[in-house]
């Protein structure tokens, strides 16, 4: 069983940054993919940005490629997402999550490939 809380989100204007965290415990989680995914309102939750189980790869939603920067901290047991340049349209609860299997890197945009998930922390850009 792993546990994953999400931090750092809030309100910001628009062209401005955001850093959140996901800090993980239960289980070590440098064998793992770990994810980042978004849900607005009325909306199906979306990829955003994963990063394999030792860093050395990641991948990006188009929407966000440029902006934003995920990056894990495997002695913290905590993965980060950097965004910048934030728009209206990255308002979304964010939710970070953990591959279902190690190693694993197959199929990392789809939500049903990871097996934990933390409570989501709310991102609000205004314009």
């Known amino acids: 069983q792993v546990q994953l809380v999400e931090s750092g989100g809030g309100l910001v204007q628009a062209g401005g940054s955001l850093r959140l965290s996901c800090a993980a415990s239960?289980?070590?989680?440098?064998?793992?993919?770990m994810g980042w995914f978004r849900q607005a309102p009325g909306l199906e939750r979306e990829f955003v940005a994963a990063?394999?189980?030792?860093?050395?790869?990641?991948y990006y939603a188009d929407s966000v490629k440029g902006r934003f920067t995920i990056s894990k901290d495997n002695a913290k047991s905590t993965v980060y997402l950097q965004m910048n340049s934030l728009k209206p349209d990255d308002t979304a609860v964010y939710y970070c999550?953990?591959?279902?299997?190690?190693?694993?890197?197959?199929?990392?945009?789809?939500?049903?490939?990871?097996?934990?998930w933390g409570q989501g922390t709310q991102v609000t850009v205004s314009s």
């Open positions: 999550a953990v591959y279902g299997s190690p190693y694993g890197w197959g199929a990392i945009r789809r939500a049903t490939e990871y097996a934990y």
């Open positions: 990063i394999d189980w030792n860093g050395g790869s990641s």
């Open positions: 239960g289980r070590a989680i440098s064998t793992y993919t």
